[in-house]
Nanobody, 123 residues
Framework: VQLQAYGGGLVQAGGSLRLSCAAS?????MGWFRQAPGKEREFVGA????????YYSDSVKGRFAISRDNAKNAMNLRMNSLKPEDTAVYSC????????????????????WGQGTQVTVSS
């Protein structure tokens, strides 16, 4: 599976951005991760193929929303009320169907990764 994330950019604190992830083929579980300079990669959110399973990290819950369009092999991340601490490279990932909740949060559960797109939030 080839993945490409796009839609990043520079935005002021409190603003919004919409990221998208295009997949080359049908995907199952998809997720967003981010990595800020000098920090470890962090789970942002994930969605099952049907869309009925959605998970978010506590740091973005209530501000970010994931959706997907299986007909287009695409996933989106709507980011609202952005904060400077949201600044990072955001990458999308795809993996097999997952069952245990904790597996959605682990990068090890995903076997395909996109290049990432930079999101910078200015204060």
């Amino acid at each position: 599976v080839q993945l490409q994330a796009y839609g990043g950019g520079l935005v002021q604190a409190g603003g919004s951005l919409r990221l998208s992830c295009a997949a080359s083929v049908r995907t199952y579980t998809m997720g967003w991760f981010r990595q800020a300079p000098g920090k470890e990669r962090e789970f942002v959110g994930a969605i099952s193929r049907s869309g009925d399973m959605l998970y978010y990290s506590d740091s973005v819950k209530g501000r970010f929303a994931i959706s997907r369009d299986n007909a287009k092999n695409a996933m989106n991340l709507r980011m609202n009320s952005l904060k400077p601490e949201d600044t990072a490279v955001y990458s999308c990932a795809a993996g097999p169907t997952l069952y245990a909740t904790r597996t959605y949060y682990s990068a090890l559960s995903y076997d395909s990764w996109g290049q990432g797109t930079q999101v910078t939030v200015s204060s």
